[in-house]
């Protein structure tokens, strides 16, 4: 493979994207997102901790299961590996400075091109995060979290660590290695596990149990390994109920976190929660959250949206401020990330096709998420949401309620208190009113 530095611009139609303020009319400039604006003790950017995704942004071609790419990119042309890997991340870093963006996220075969040849692409990896350590030196931007693909190579078909073959296990691990690897070289602050095909399609020839054992002794390993070379940062799973396993293990967020508690994971891993694939879990992403942050687990985010009117992982970008809002205030509530950030886990459509098309879907989410977090924060501030809110628990907070949280009540002193207290009154639970509370900051 040879060595080749392009000085190439691959959007040099478009400048970097600075803050203008709401009522600048420039496309290429952003309305919230001011980067050092302080909301809530610290500035924006360390709130939203915004990254790129690079398969999504850099390796996705816009092909669909009916028809070709509509992707064709200018970075994707030479025939050596390496050069084609080093003009995609020249692509990438340019896109990522010119937005302002703080982090970036990898799989390691969207970094390079591998082949059925471990130590061929241990040398491909390698050398391509020579070249990353470079490009991150130059720019400042940070790496928020690598994973290995252990979905698209067809020796996974029947899954990774739950294949039922050792074999592939073992490659699997070999896999994960060179991503932790690159991972640590890199100074990638987290390591993400989503399980695609860490499920099964039929139960008729799956033994579910000793699939999930499996699963848990890969990650012991994989987190083992890594402490063992100083890794400090954290172990995410990403959730996700299907697709393209009929059923996945990493169901959903308490499926994940009773999993961890489990199998003695809970200390090293927390949770990346996808918007999409809540829903798909039949979940609110808010609720997926929720139930992350009252575990102390909620670690990152996979940021994108999904379609109301189908039922796939269609990856959109975010757009919509009300739901947003209400989950940064969450995120707020929770204290932020342990760890993470969020992470654009979201394509341009297939028939989007400009190049400023990938800057467009960037500018937008990354102003929806800004707006979100001042509207969230506002109502956390000026609104009596939280007091309303904590007046509804009011009971709890002295006397026999207050009794019944420490434990201090057997069921026989309830019945006994029911009888003193009579029929309760009805207690309005004025949603609507709650609701109203977040428009009025919209
Ligand atoms: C797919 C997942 C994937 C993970 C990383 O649905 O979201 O992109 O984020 O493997
Ligand atoms: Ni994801
Ligand atoms: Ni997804």
């Known amino acids: 493979m040879s060595i080749t530095t392009g000085n190439q611009l691959y959007f040099p139609q478009v400048p970097a994207i600075v803050y203008e303020g709401p009522g600048s009319d420039n496309p290429f400039a952003f309305r919230w997102y001011d980067a050092s604006r302080v909301v809530a003790g610290k500035p924006m950017r360390e709130h939203l901790r915004f990254a790129c995704a690079y398969w999504h942004s850099f390796c996705g071609s816009g092909a669909d299961p009916f028809g070709a790419p509509t992707h064709l990119f200018a970075w994707n042309n030479k025939p050596d590996a390496l050069d084609r890997a080093r003009d995609k991340m020249d692509a990438a870093f340019e896109f990522i400075t010119k937005l302002g963006l703080p982090y970036y996220c990898f799989h390691d075969v969207d970094l390079i091109d591998f082949t059925d040849d471990i130590a061929d692409n241990e040398k491909r990896l390698q050398a391509i995060t020579t070249y990353a350590l470079e490009k991150q030196k130059s720019s400042g931007v940070k790496l928020l979290w690598g994973t ?228 969230a924060d506002a109502i956390l501030q000026q609104s009596e949401y939280r007091s309303l809110r904590a007046q509804r628990y009011a009971s709890f907070d002295t006397g026999e309620g207050q009794q019944f949280e420490q434990g201090k009540l057997s069921l026989t002193d309830l019945r006994r208190l029911a009888e003193t207290y009579g029929e309760p009154p009805l207690t309005s639970g004025r949603q609507e009113y709650f609701e109203n509370i977040i428009n009025r900051f919209i």
């Open 148 to 375: 290995a693909n252990l979905f698209s190579h067809i020796r996974y078909m029947n899954g990774a660590a739950t294949n039922p073959d050792f074999k592939v296990v073992a490659h699997a691990g070999a896999q994960v290695k060179a991503a932790l690897d690159a991972t640590m070289a890199l100074g990638g602050e987290n390591y993400v596990f989503w399980g695609g095909r860490e499920g099964y399609m039929s139960l008729l020839n799956t033994n579910m149990k000793r699939e999930q054992e499996h699963m848990a002794r890969f990650l012991h390993l994989a987190k083992d390994y890594a402490r063992q070379q100083g890794f400090t940062g954290n172990f995410f799973i990403e959730p996700k109920p299907c697709e393209p396993t009929k059923h996945q293990y990493d169901y959903d967020a308490a499926t994940v976190i009773g999993f961890l508690r489990e199998y003695d994971l809970l200390a090293d891993f927390k949770l990346n929660i996808e918007v999409n694939h809540a829903t798909l879990a039949g979940h609110t992403f808010q609720h997926e959250l929720q139930v992350a942050a009252d575990q102390g687990m909620l670690g990152s985010m996979d940021a994108n949206r999904g379609d109301y009117q189908n039922g796939w992982d269609t990856d959109q970008f975010p757009n919509n401020i009300h739901e947003l809002t209400e989950a940064m205030l969450i995120i707020l509530e929770a204290g932020g990330f342990a760890g993470g950030g969020i992470n654009f886990d979201a394509k341009i459509r297939r028939n989007s096709t400009d190049p400023e098309d990938l800057f467009h879907a960037h500018i937008g989410a990354m102003d929806s998420f800004a707006r979100a977090l001042l509207c």
